[in-house]
């Protein structure tokens, strides 16, 4: 490929049907890869580890090295926000992400003047990836959804249904409008640091948009996500962007109307005829059960086949429909990766 061509990310993300679709995986880098399992263990602690340029770069780059996917994401979090605001993330193995929950008295003293300090080097890893990276290869930054990062906020955990977090909006609308007009501009600002230091897309992971009802879903993920999407364009208009509202369900449908997103992540509940129809409208991506790819066997290729022969003929990413898990054995991602290319 010439080293200006356009990565096949970004073909599909501008509307392009290709015949073999670019494939990533959310969470490609993580714990089912024994390289990363060691880089980990020399950073000391997880959060370490997404603020070390160097070692974030090493494990951003070990998917793409391992599985020769079409894009590289890069190695990081959704509560590094949280963490830039001065809420003290940190995380426990088996319990999750952990910080101090917060208040509407705490929301009002929430200060983003020093929210670079832990932010520029997850941006200088941005730089260091793409000067790494072939020119084919897609380099995807990403944010959390406002809602998604305010219920973990609010809750200073995940609690399943995030129960805290919905109950705070239905109280407290003036508080929780407070922290979701910090997040987003917080978030806009993050996501255009990393497009302007070399991302050719971002993603906004809405991982907790399920929990809402249709009026708290436009309220909390679909104008929030809108905004940040209007302030990026402000800036950079051609800015490649996917959301992510896991769970959303029949809101799926709207969400691209709604928000101006270039291409809909779609989880892997999401029925392949409502993904086709939405399809029609523009990039799908997604959305293969990640225990299909624990699984392996005839279950993973019948996954892979529906999904091939439903959307593969549109402009189609091929993804889970969440982040791969722990256990998944490294030969079945082989097998995935085979597969797609060879149909």
């Given at each position: 490929m010439s080293k200006t061509a356009k990565p096949a990310l970004l073909r599909v993300l501008d509307g392009e049907a290709l015949a073999t679709p670019p494939i990533w995986l959310m969470r490609q880098a993580g714990?089912?890869?024994?390289?990363?399992?060691?880089?980990?263990?020399?950073?000391?602690?997880?959060?370490?580890?997404?603020?070390?340029?160097?070692?974030?770069?090493?494990?951003?780059?070990?998917?793409?090295?391992?599985?020769?996917?079409?894009?590289?994401?890069?190695f990081s979090d959704i509560l590094v926000v949280a963490d830039a605001l001065g809420r003290s993330v940190r995380f426990e193995d088996g319990v999750g992400p952990l910080m101090e929950p917060l208040d509407?008295?705490?929301?009002?003293?929430?200060?983003?003047?020093?929210?670079?300090?832990?932010?520029?080097?997850?941006?200088?890893?941005?730089v260091r990836v793409r000067g790494s990276l072939e020119a084919e290869k897609a380099l995807i930054g990403f944010c959390g959804g406002p809602w998604t990062v305010a219920t973990y906020m609010l809750a200073g955990r995940s609690t399943g249904d995030?129960?805290?977090?919905?109950?705070?909006?239905?109280?407290?609308?003036?508080?929780?409008?407070r922290l979701i007009d910090m997040l987003v501009s917080v978030s806009s600002r993050f996501l255009l640091a990393q497009l302007k230091a070399g991302a050719d897309a971002v993603q906004i992971f809405d991982s907790w948009a399920g929990v809402l009802d249709e009026?708290?879903?436009?309220?909390?993920?679909?104008?929030?996500?809108?905004?940040?999407?209007?302030?990026?364009?402000?800036?950079?208009?051609?800015?490649?962007?996917?959301?992510?509202?896991r769970g959303a369900g029949g809101l799926y449908?709207?969400?691209?109307?709604?928000?101006?997103?270039?291409?809909?992540?779609?989880?892997?509940?999401?029925?392949?005829?409502?993904?086709?129809?939405?399809?029609?409208?523009?990039?799908?991506?997604?959305n293969l059960d990640p225990l299909r790819l624990v699984a392996g066997g005839q279950v993973l290729d019948d996954g892979i086949d529906r999904i091939m022969d439903t959307l593969g003929k549109g402009a189609l990413v091929f993804n889970l429909g969440h982040g791969i898990t722990p256990e998944t054995p490294i030969e079945h991602v082989e097998r995935l990766v085979r597969r797609v290319r060879g149909r």
């Open positions: 714990r089912y890869l024994p390289e990363y399992r060691a880089t980990r263990a020399r950073a000391g602690s997880f959060l370490e580890l997404c603020y070390r340029p160097d070692l974030a770069t090493e494990v951003t780059l070990q998917p793409i090295r391992r599985f020769d996917f079409d894009a590289a994401i890069l509407r008295s705490a929301i009002g003293a929430l200060d983003d003047g020093t929210v670079w300090q832990k932010l520029d080097p997850v941006i200088e890893t941005v995030q129960a805290p977090a919905r109950l705070f909006a239905y109280r407290e609308p003036e508080a929780m409008e009026d708290q879903f436009t309220r909390w993920c679909e104008e929030p996500v809108r905004r940040i999407v209007d302030n990026v364009r402000a800036q950079l208009p051609a800015a490649r962007i996917i959301g992510f509202p449908e709207r969400y691209r109307g709604a928000t101006g997103v270039n291409g809909v992540g779609l989880d892997w509940t999401v029925p392949l005829a409502a993904a086709r129809r939405m399809q029609k409208e523009g990039p799908v991506q997604g």
